[in-house]
């Protein structure tokens, strides 16, 4: 895992925007 660490704290992070902006969006819609 400290091989990838770099690459795998890079999709998380994306991962984490992503999801981020989708709650955000449900947020938006139900309000």
Known sequence: MARVSGYNI??????LARARQALREKLRGVV
Not at 10 to 15: D, I, M, N, Y
């Open 10 to 15: 890079g999709t998380v992070k994306s991962k």
